[in-house]
Nanobody
């Protein structure tokens, strides 16, 4: 069982940066692949990035590749999403998620944190 809590969302101007954090509970956190998703009003939830259990492999959606960076600190049970060069279209609720293995579907979701990018 993994419990996920996101933080770090807020209001930022276009071109700015934010770092989202995801605090995980559970002794087996370090064995999970972690992901970030987002969902804008009226749209489907969108995959953004994933990182493997050790942090040695990452993969990004084309929409954020080169602007967003996913990372993790297994000693602190934390996952991060550094977001740079933010655009108004990045406005959404951002979710942290855990998968049992790289490539698997999501086993656990966080509650989400709102990110709003003003133009």
């Amino acid at each position: 069982q993994v419990h996920l809590v996101e933080s770090g969302g807020g209001l930022v101007q276009a071109g700015g940066s934010l770092r989202l954090s995801c605090a995980a509970s559970g002794r087996t956190f370090s064995s999970y692949a972690m992901k970030w998703f987002r969902q804008a009003p009226g749209k489907e939830r969108e995959f953004l990035a994933t990182i493997n259990w050790s942090g040695s492999a990452t993969f990004y959606a084309d929409s954020v590749n080169g602007r967003f960076t996913i990372s993790r600190d297994n000693a602190k049970n934390m996952v991060y999403l550094q977001m740079n060069s933010l655009k108004p279209e990045d406005t959404a609720v951002y979710f942290c998620a855990a998968s049992l293995r790289w490539g698997d579907g999501v086993a656990y979701w966080g509650q989400g944190t709102q990110v709003t990018v003003s133009s």
